[in-house]
């Protein structure tokens, strides 16, 4: 497992690389000329395939642009959340440091997979992230030090947005399939196996989310308060990270 300044530099790394606006390889270019020369929305599918290939609009390549760049910056953000938090939570509640751990550990797993992503198909990072690793740092640090219960609150709140984020994504590629059934198409190999890793982490996330509310996140003090700014911050960094 690589520490979190070794995943942050291959982050960077694919920020100087990523100039380009739009750029999915397993879409476009290629894809989208013979799209473009035929005014078709097929492609004659990879070899041993009996079907054509479902060939993604200009519309859905944006869509899993902006994806994988807030997907990156979300894992960016949980993995500085738990580094910032396990100090504190371990230090008053030593029987959680395996939690923590496994926690961690996940969400370094995620944000390696989206920065592989992201650099693979050449996706701009988001802008905010030098602002995202300042928030979720102090995000980390002062739920930590509101208590153990405030911490998993933190959890609890981040991971309900993050978890219903990563359906709508897992529901709109389901679309897609369903649209290239019906024309007798099928997806990309690497887009089934994108949805599939949507779906495994998502499933990661809502494990986070009850191991939060399992050792008491409905306890801190005050609790309502604290979910809510939390969500509302999730959801408006989500926004400004799929645009900028
Ligand atoms: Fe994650
Ligand atoms: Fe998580």
Redesign the pocket.
Known sequence: MESLPVLRRCAWQSRRRATSPLFLDFLAPSTLHRYQCRHASTDPGSPGSSKPRYVLSKKQREFLDSALRVNQA??LA??LIYKAQTPQVVRSHPHLRPLMKHMYD??A???KTFNQLIAKHEIRPTAMYPVWEVAATFLGWSTAALGREAAMACTEAVETE?GSHYNDQVREILSWEADAQRRGEELDEELKEMLSTFRR?RD??LE?LDHAVANDAKEAKPYDPLVDVIRLGCRTAIKISEKV
Do not use: K, L, M
């Open positions: 979300g894992e949980a993995t996940q969400e797993g995620h944000f993050i982490i990661e996330e986070h």
